[in-house]
Protein backbone atom coordinates (compact mmCIF):
# COMPACT_ATOMS: atom_id res chain seq x y z
CA UNK A 1 0.00 0.00 0.00
CA UNK A 2 1.57 3.11 -1.02
CA UNK A 3 1.83 6.15 1.88
CA UNK A 4 -0.47 8.44 0.79
CA UNK A 5 -3.60 9.42 3.45
CA UNK A 6 -4.76 12.01 2.57
CA UNK A 7 -7.13 13.17 5.38
CA UNK A 8 -8.51 10.85 8.39
CA UNK A 9 -10.88 12.01 10.81
CA UNK A 10 -13.84 10.52 12.88
CA UNK A 11 -17.00 8.99 11.36
CA UNK A 12 -19.98 11.23 11.48
CA UNK A 13 -23.22 10.00 13.78
CA UNK A 14 -25.35 10.69 11.52
CA UNK A 15 -23.44 11.35 0.92
CA UNK A 16 -20.02 19.31 -18.33
CA UNK A 17 -21.44 22.56 -19.30
CA UNK A 18 -21.99 24.77 -22.69
CA UNK A 19 -22.55 28.22 -21.53
CA UNK A 20 -26.30 29.09 -22.60
CA UNK A 21 -25.27 32.06 -24.98
CA UNK A 22 -22.93 29.96 -26.78
CA UNK A 23 -23.40 29.48 -30.29
CA UNK A 24 -24.20 26.19 -31.83
CA UNK A 25 -21.68 23.91 -32.09
CA UNK A 26 -21.19 20.72 -34.57
CA UNK A 27 -20.23 17.97 -31.61
CA UNK A 28 -21.35 15.08 -32.57
CA UNK A 29 -22.32 12.40 -30.37
CA UNK A 30 -21.89 8.36 -30.95
CA UNK A 31 -24.93 6.39 -29.47
CA UNK A 32 -24.71 2.77 -29.62
CA UNK A 33 -21.88 2.41 -31.75
CA UNK A 34 -23.13 4.99 -34.36
CA UNK A 35 -22.45 8.51 -34.88
CA UNK A 36 -25.10 11.08 -33.73
CA UNK A 37 -26.42 13.76 -37.02
CA UNK A 38 -25.60 17.19 -35.53
CA UNK A 39 -28.64 18.57 -33.89
CA UNK A 40 -28.47 21.60 -34.93
CA UNK A 41 -31.36 21.11 -37.75
CA UNK A 42 -33.64 20.80 -34.67
CA UNK A 43 -33.24 24.31 -33.61
CA UNK A 44 -36.57 25.90 -32.81
CA UNK A 45 -38.22 22.84 -32.86
CA UNK A 46 -41.72 22.78 -30.85
CA UNK A 47 -44.49 20.65 -30.27
CA UNK A 48 -46.45 19.65 -32.79
CA UNK A 49 -44.06 20.34 -35.25
CA UNK A 50 -41.68 16.81 -36.83
CA UNK A 51 -38.19 17.01 -37.79
CA UNK A 52 -35.71 14.69 -38.62
CA UNK A 53 -33.43 13.47 -35.63
CA UNK A 54 -36.13 13.93 -33.00
CA UNK A 55 -35.84 10.26 -32.69
CA UNK A 56 -32.41 10.45 -31.57
CA UNK A 57 -33.09 13.10 -29.25
CA UNK A 58 -35.80 11.38 -27.24
CA UNK A 59 -33.24 8.06 -26.98
CA UNK A 60 -30.67 10.67 -25.66
CA UNK A 61 -33.81 12.11 -23.01
CA UNK A 62 -34.82 8.39 -22.23
CA UNK A 63 -31.37 7.20 -21.77
CA UNK A 64 -30.80 10.40 -19.27
CA UNK A 65 -34.15 9.88 -17.07
CA UNK A 66 -36.12 12.65 -18.89
CA UNK A 67 -38.44 10.41 -20.54
CA UNK A 68 -39.25 6.91 -20.12
CA UNK A 69 -37.89 4.53 -22.38
CA UNK A 70 -40.54 3.87 -25.59
CA UNK A 71 -41.58 0.54 -26.03
CA UNK A 72 -41.76 1.24 -29.85
CA UNK A 73 -39.77 2.58 -32.21
CA UNK A 74 -39.56 6.59 -31.42
CA UNK A 75 -40.35 9.28 -34.08
CA UNK A 76 -39.99 12.32 -34.83
CA UNK A 77 -42.91 14.20 -34.01
CA UNK A 78 -42.39 16.82 -30.75
CA UNK A 79 -45.55 15.43 -29.01
CA UNK A 80 -47.11 16.67 -25.42
CA UNK A 81 -44.65 14.01 -24.08
CA UNK A 82 -41.66 15.30 -26.08
CA UNK A 83 -42.47 18.88 -24.65
CA UNK A 84 -42.67 18.06 -20.99
CA UNK A 85 -39.08 16.51 -21.26
CA UNK A 86 -37.70 19.19 -22.60
CA UNK A 87 -38.96 21.15 -19.93
CA UNK A 88 -37.60 19.03 -17.36
CA UNK A 89 -34.52 18.74 -18.94
CA UNK A 90 -34.41 22.86 -19.21
CA UNK A 91 -35.36 23.42 -15.38
CA UNK A 92 -32.77 20.53 -14.28
CA UNK A 93 -30.37 21.75 -16.03
CA UNK A 94 -30.86 25.19 -15.17
CA UNK A 95 -31.43 26.97 -18.42
CA UNK A 96 -34.90 29.16 -19.34
CA UNK A 97 -38.09 26.97 -19.47
CA UNK A 98 -39.35 27.57 -22.79
CA UNK A 99 -40.42 23.99 -24.02
CA UNK A 100 -39.16 23.90 -27.26
CA UNK A 101 -35.41 23.59 -28.13
CA UNK A 102 -33.73 27.01 -28.55
CA UNK A 103 -30.00 27.12 -28.58
CA UNK A 104 -29.13 27.17 -25.08
CA UNK A 105 -31.15 23.90 -24.74
CA UNK A 106 -29.48 22.11 -27.92
CA UNK A 107 -25.90 23.81 -26.95
CA UNK A 108 -26.27 22.13 -23.59
CA UNK A 109 -27.53 18.68 -25.24
CA UNK A 110 -24.67 18.62 -27.49
CA UNK A 111 -21.77 19.25 -24.75
CA UNK A 112 -20.02 16.34 -23.68
CA UNK A 113 -21.26 15.33 -20.68
CA UNK A 114 -21.00 12.13 -17.76
CA UNK A 115 -22.88 8.86 -18.32
CA UNK A 116 -24.84 8.74 -15.03
CA UNK A 117 -28.07 9.90 -15.46
CA UNK A 118 -30.09 13.13 -13.94
CA UNK A 119 -33.17 11.72 -13.56
CA UNK A 120 -34.83 7.57 -12.82
CA UNK A 121 -31.91 5.36 -13.00
CA UNK A 122 -32.28 5.69 -8.83
CA UNK A 123 -31.48 9.19 -8.27
CA UNK A 124 -33.36 10.79 -5.77
CA UNK A 125 -33.54 14.93 -5.33
CA UNK A 126 -32.86 17.26 -2.11
CA UNK A 127 -33.89 20.27 -2.02
CA UNK A 128 -32.92 22.71 0.62
CA UNK A 129 -32.87 26.48 2.02
CA UNK A 130 -29.21 27.03 2.40
CA UNK A 131 -29.91 29.23 6.14
CA UNK A 132 -26.33 29.71 6.40
CA UNK A 133 -26.42 32.18 3.70
CA UNK A 134 -29.77 34.19 4.95
CA UNK A 135 -32.41 31.92 2.94
CA UNK A 136 -33.60 31.70 -0.22
CA UNK A 137 -30.70 29.99 -2.12
CA UNK A 138 -31.81 26.01 -2.45
CA UNK A 139 -29.45 23.51 -2.88
CA UNK A 140 -29.51 21.98 -5.98
CA UNK A 141 -27.63 18.30 -5.06
CA UNK A 142 -29.08 14.54 -5.48
CA UNK A 143 -28.58 11.33 -4.41
CA UNK A 144 -28.82 8.03 -5.58
CA UNK A 145 -31.89 5.95 -4.32
CA UNK A 146 -31.75 5.12 -1.01
CA UNK A 147 -28.56 7.26 -0.34
CA UNK A 148 -25.78 4.72 -0.15
CA UNK A 149 -22.81 5.89 0.96
CA UNK A 150 -19.58 3.95 2.51
CA UNK A 151 -19.72 2.74 6.03
CA UNK A 152 -17.00 1.14 7.80
CA UNK A 153 -15.47 1.23 11.39
CA UNK A 154 -13.92 4.79 12.68
CA UNK A 155 -11.91 5.81 11.13
CA UNK A 156 -13.64 6.00 7.45
CA UNK A 157 -10.93 5.29 5.08
CA UNK A 158 -11.37 4.06 1.40
CA UNK A 159 -8.66 2.89 -0.80
CA UNK A 160 -8.09 3.55 -4.84
CA UNK A 161 -6.40 1.99 -7.70
CA UNK A 162 -5.70 3.23 -11.11
CA UNK A 163 -5.43 0.30 -13.41
CA UNK A 164 -2.26 -0.37 -15.07
CA UNK A 165 -3.35 -2.36 -17.94
CA UNK A 166 -6.82 -0.03 -18.66
CA UNK A 167 -5.32 3.57 -19.59
CA UNK A 168 -4.49 6.13 -22.18
CA UNK A 169 -0.68 5.66 -23.74
CA UNK A 170 -0.12 9.44 -23.94
CA UNK A 171 -0.63 10.17 -20.37
CA UNK A 172 2.02 8.47 -18.05
CA UNK A 173 1.02 6.66 -15.43
CA UNK A 174 2.33 9.06 -12.31
CA UNK A 175 0.60 11.68 -13.83
CA UNK A 176 -2.57 10.34 -14.00
CA UNK A 177 -2.06 9.30 -10.27
CA UNK A 178 -1.21 12.66 -9.44
CA UNK A 179 -4.49 14.15 -10.70
CA UNK A 180 -6.80 11.65 -8.85
CA UNK A 181 -4.45 12.14 -5.99
CA UNK A 182 -5.34 15.95 -6.39
CA UNK A 183 -9.14 14.86 -6.97
CA UNK A 184 -9.43 12.32 -4.15
CA UNK A 185 -8.21 15.52 -1.82
CA UNK A 186 -10.77 17.85 -2.93
CA UNK A 187 -13.59 15.89 -1.60
CA UNK A 188 -11.23 14.71 2.09
CA UNK A 189 -10.69 17.98 2.78
CA UNK A 190 -14.32 18.55 3.08
CA UNK A 191 -15.50 15.29 4.59
CA UNK A 192 -14.15 12.93 7.27
CA UNK A 193 -13.02 10.29 5.19
CA UNK A 194 -9.18 9.35 4.04
CA UNK A 195 -8.31 7.66 0.71
CA UNK A 196 -5.05 5.97 0.52
CA UNK A 197 -3.87 4.90 -2.87
CA UNK A 198 -3.07 1.03 -3.14
CA UNK A 199 -1.32 -1.22 -6.06
CA UNK A 200 -3.48 -3.78 -5.37
CA UNK A 201 -6.66 -2.71 -7.99
CA UNK A 202 -8.70 -5.52 -7.31
CA UNK A 203 -8.83 -5.00 -3.41
CA UNK A 204 -9.57 -1.69 -3.93
CA UNK A 205 -12.32 0.09 -3.07
CA UNK A 206 -12.12 2.22 -5.65
CA UNK A 207 -11.21 0.97 -8.71
CA UNK A 208 -10.39 3.21 -11.98
CA UNK A 209 -9.58 2.60 -15.35
CA UNK A 210 -10.07 4.04 -18.81
CA UNK A 211 -12.31 1.93 -21.18
CA UNK A 212 -13.10 2.10 -24.97
CA UNK A 213 -16.40 1.02 -26.28
CA UNK A 214 -18.12 -2.10 -24.72
CA UNK A 215 -16.05 -2.75 -21.30
CA UNK A 216 -18.21 -5.40 -19.31
CA UNK A 217 -20.20 -3.09 -17.57
CA UNK A 218 -23.18 -3.37 -19.63
CA UNK A 219 -22.77 0.55 -20.59
CA UNK A 220 -20.63 0.80 -23.50
CA UNK A 221 -18.72 4.52 -24.40
CA UNK A 222 -19.67 6.06 -27.05
CA UNK A 223 -16.50 7.98 -28.62
CA UNK A 224 -15.33 11.36 -28.56
CA UNK A 225 -17.27 13.84 -27.29
CA UNK A 226 -19.89 12.32 -26.02
CA UNK A 227 -20.21 10.74 -22.62
CA UNK A 228 -16.51 11.27 -20.79
CA UNK A 229 -17.05 8.98 -17.65
CA UNK A 230 -19.47 7.11 -15.58
CA UNK A 231 -19.38 5.66 -12.07
CA UNK A 232 -21.10 3.93 -10.00
CA UNK A 233 -23.03 4.40 -6.74
CA UNK A 234 -21.48 3.29 -2.97
CA UNK A 235 -20.33 0.64 -2.28
CA UNK A 236 -19.37 -0.92 -5.73
CA UNK A 237 -16.25 1.32 -6.55
CA UNK A 238 -15.85 1.39 -10.36
CA UNK A 239 -14.69 4.51 -11.95
CA UNK A 240 -14.46 3.82 -16.00
CA UNK A 241 -13.28 6.87 -17.90
CA UNK A 242 -13.68 7.13 -21.79
CA UNK A 243 -10.12 6.16 -23.60
CA UNK A 244 -11.44 7.80 -27.06
CA UNK A 245 -11.52 11.17 -25.48
CA UNK A 246 -8.16 13.38 -25.58
CA UNK A 247 -7.69 13.86 -21.86
CA UNK A 248 -5.49 16.85 -20.56
CA UNK A 249 -3.81 17.54 -17.51
CA UNK A 250 -2.90 21.10 -18.66
CA UNK A 251 -4.45 23.06 -21.14
CA UNK A 252 -1.57 25.49 -21.27
CA UNK A 253 0.52 22.96 -23.20
CA UNK A 254 -2.53 21.01 -25.06
CA UNK A 255 -3.42 22.18 -28.62
CA UNK A 256 -6.54 19.76 -28.98
CA UNK A 257 -9.16 21.97 -29.50
CA UNK A 258 -11.54 18.57 -28.41
CA UNK A 259 -9.74 18.35 -25.18
CA UNK A 260 -11.19 17.33 -21.62
CA UNK A 261 -9.53 18.37 -18.78
CA UNK A 262 -9.12 15.28 -16.86
CA UNK A 263 -8.59 16.55 -13.26
CA UNK A 264 -12.48 18.47 -13.75
CA UNK A 265 -13.99 14.65 -15.01
CA UNK A 266 -12.22 12.71 -11.72
CA UNK A 267 -13.30 14.68 -9.51
CA UNK A 268 -16.71 15.05 -10.49
CA UNK A 269 -16.78 11.16 -11.14
CA UNK A 270 -15.59 10.82 -7.61
CA UNK A 271 -18.53 12.88 -6.45
CA UNK A 272 -20.65 9.33 -7.41
CA UNK A 273 -18.55 7.08 -6.13
CA UNK A 274 -19.29 9.13 -3.17
CA UNK A 275 -22.70 8.47 -3.15
CA UNK A 276 -23.47 12.09 -4.98
CA UNK A 277 -26.38 12.52 -8.04
CA UNK A 278 -25.93 15.54 -10.61
CA UNK A 279 -26.52 18.93 -9.76
CA UNK A 280 -28.38 21.27 -11.38
CA UNK A 281 -26.66 23.82 -10.14
CA UNK A 282 -24.51 25.09 -13.45
CA UNK A 283 -21.22 26.18 -11.36
CA UNK A 284 -20.94 22.89 -9.39
CA UNK A 285 -18.85 19.55 -10.23
CA UNK A 286 -21.73 17.66 -10.06
CA UNK A 287 -23.15 19.71 -12.53
CA UNK A 288 -23.74 16.64 -15.29
CA UNK A 289 -21.98 18.50 -18.80
CA UNK A 290 -18.48 20.13 -19.13
CA UNK A 291 -16.92 21.85 -22.31
CA UNK A 292 -13.66 20.55 -24.04
CA UNK A 293 -11.36 22.17 -22.42
CA UNK A 294 -13.01 24.33 -19.56
CA UNK A 295 -11.91 23.37 -16.07
CA UNK A 296 -14.08 23.12 -12.87
CA UNK A 297 -12.70 20.73 -10.34
CA UNK A 298 -12.98 23.48 -7.31
CA UNK A 299 -16.10 22.04 -4.91
CA UNK A 300 -19.17 24.61 -5.00
CA UNK A 301 -21.03 25.48 -1.83
CA UNK A 302 -23.70 23.05 -3.30
CA UNK A 303 -20.76 20.17 -4.31
CA UNK A 304 -20.06 20.25 -0.39
CA UNK A 305 -23.27 20.45 0.92
CA UNK A 306 -24.23 17.59 -0.79
CA UNK A 307 -21.35 15.22 0.36
CA UNK A 308 -21.47 16.16 3.88
CA UNK A 309 -25.34 15.44 3.82
CA UNK A 310 -23.61 11.72 3.64
CA UNK A 311 -21.00 12.04 5.38
CA UNK A 312 -20.91 15.06 7.90
CA UNK A 313 -18.95 17.70 8.06
CA UNK A 314 -14.70 17.79 8.05
CA UNK A 315 -13.10 18.87 11.59
CA UNK A 316 -11.22 21.99 10.89
CA UNK A 317 -13.21 22.89 7.44
CA UNK A 318 -15.42 25.28 7.74
CA UNK A 319 -18.34 25.99 5.41
CA UNK A 320 -18.87 29.41 6.69
CA UNK A 321 -16.15 30.40 4.92
CA UNK A 322 -17.28 29.62 1.88
CA UNK A 323 -20.39 31.47 2.18
CA UNK A 324 -18.65 34.68 3.40
CA UNK A 325 -16.87 34.11 -0.22
CA UNK A 326 -20.18 34.27 -1.59
CA UNK A 327 -21.46 36.80 -0.42
CA UNK A 328 -18.38 39.26 0.47
CA UNK A 329 -18.20 40.55 -2.79
CA UNK A 330 -22.08 41.88 -2.87
CA UNK A 331 -21.23 44.67 0.03
CA UNK A 332 -18.00 45.22 -2.24
CA UNK A 333 -19.79 45.63 -5.33
CA UNK A 334 -22.51 48.06 -3.71
CA UNK A 335 -19.61 50.56 -2.10
CA UNK A 336 -17.85 50.40 -5.96
CA UNK A 337 -21.14 51.06 -7.72
CA UNK A 338 -21.94 54.09 -5.08
CA UNK A 339 -18.54 55.33 -5.08
CA UNK A 340 -18.52 55.12 -8.95
CA UNK A 341 -22.11 57.80 -8.50
CA UNK A 342 -20.09 59.85 -6.39
CA UNK A 343 -17.17 60.50 -9.21
CA UNK A 344 -19.66 60.95 -11.46
CA UNK A 345 -21.84 63.42 -9.61
CA UNK A 346 -18.98 65.54 -8.46
CA UNK A 347 -17.24 65.31 -12.45
CA UNK A 348 -20.63 67.17 -13.31
CA UNK A 349 -20.46 69.80 -10.63
CA UNK A 350 -17.16 70.40 -12.08
CA UNK A 351 -18.13 70.86 -15.73
CA UNK A 352 -21.19 73.03 -15.20
CA UNK A 353 -19.24 75.40 -13.18
CA UNK A 354 -16.60 75.48 -16.07
Same mark, same amino acid.
Not at 16 to 33: E, I, K, N, S, Y
Not at 223 to 232: E, T
Given at each position: ?????L???????????V??????T???????????????Q???A?R?????GLA???R????????P??E?E??????A???A????????????????L?S??L??I? @?P *?C? %???H??G?? /?VS??R +?? &??G???SR??FF???P??T??????L????????????L???????????????W?R????????TD??????????????S?????PF???L????????????R?H??? @?E *??A %??MG????? /??V??? +?V &??????H????????S?????Y???S???KK???T???????Q???G??????????????????????????S?S???????????Q?
Amino acid at each position: MLPLLLLRGPLPVSCLQVAADAPLTATVHRQDGEAWRSFQQLLDARRGSRVAGLAELKRYLARFGYMPRAEHEATDAFDAHMEAAVRRYQTTLGLPVTGQLDSATLDRIM @AP *RCG %VGDHGHGVT /SVSLSR +SQ &AGGGVVSRFTFFKGEPRWTQPDPLVLTYAISATATVDYLPAETVRSVFRRAFARWARVIPVGFVETDDYDAADVRVGFYMGSHGDGIPFDGPLGVLGHAFSPKNGRLHLDA @AE *RWA %VDMGTETAH /SAVDLE +SV &ATHEIGHVLGLGHSSSPKAVMYPSLSPREKKADLTVDDIEGVQWLYGPNPGFSLSSLYQQDTSMAPRSSWLAGSASLVCAVLIILVTQL
